[in-house]
């Protein structure tokens, strides 16, 4: 079983949805939380990180953790063709971006004009 | 260009054949990572080094994969004898060693090994 789980998708809704991933863990040493954005071909960048339980807003982007059922989540407003891309949630432990990051598999998402 | 920057973009090689790949991290930048990553797969570990001492390897780093980072710049990946299950693209990423610093991406090796 892997540590991460991440639905692949692929997931497509219209352009203004709001947009749900998750991922679920089974490492309780995990306690930061980061969703990475990739475009194809392109290597990832960050979009959110979270240490913490709760949630966590930038934007139209809404990070979201539940430590007690290991489950994270990110939500999209108003979501723009320019969204479409593959996220991937990633976890690490006690040392945020200082050492290994663990990734799920990527769900790809497309945004329909 | 202040960002990862990784060399070359895409190599296609014959199995049996030894690839080296080249990875120059953020300036002062002092962690430097390898991931590979396979088509619809994330990212998945394969060492990190603090400046030039490699503090960590994964086991799915096996006896045919070297990496160095001599001077505690850039880094160099080398694959030698590779097999068709070496495909994948290699990302290497860099931080900064202090709280609340993440790690940085390059654009990855895309590696085709027919």
């Known amino acids: 079983q892997k540590e991460v789980e991440q639905d692949p998708g692929p997931l497509s809704v219209p352009e203004g949805a709001i947009v749900s991933l998750n991922c679920t863990y089974s490492?309780?040493?995990?306690?930061?939380f980061m969703w990475y954005r990739q475009y194809s071909r392109k290597g990832p960048e960050l979009l959110m990180y979270?240490?913490?339980?709760g949630n966590k807003e930038d934007g139209r982007f809404t990070a979201q953790v539940d430590k007690s059922s290991k489950y994270i989540s990110l939500f999209i407003r108003d979501s723009q063709p320019s969204d479409s891309a593959t996220y991937l949630c990633a976890m690490s432990g006690s040392n945020f971006g200082n050492e290994k990051l663990t990734f799920g598999t990527g769900t790809r998402l497309t945004i329909i004009p | 260009d202040t960002g990862v920057s990784q060399d070359p973009r895409h190599k296609i090689t014959k199995r049996g054949q030894n690839v080296t790949f080249r990875c120059d991290p953020i300036?002062?930048?002092?962690?430097l990572y390898w991931y590979r990553q396979t088509l619809g797969q994330g990212p998945e570990f394969l060492t990190y080094f603090q400046n030039e001492a490699q503090l960590e390897k994964s086991r799915l780093l096996s006896d045919r994969f070297s990496a160095e980072r001599p001077k505690g710049s850039f880094s160099t990946l080398e694959i030698q004898r590779t097999e068709q299950g070496d495909s994948a693209m290699y990302l290497c990423?860099?931080?900064?060693?202090?709280?609340?610093?993440?790690?940085?991406f390059g654009p990855g090796t895309r590696l085709l090994v027919l």
């Open positions: 990423a860099s931080s900064f060693y202090r709280a609340g610093e993440t790690q940085y």
């Open positions: 490492n309780s040493a995990f306690q930061y």
């Open positions: 979270t240490y913490s339980s």
């Open positions: 300036s002062e930048h002092n962690r």
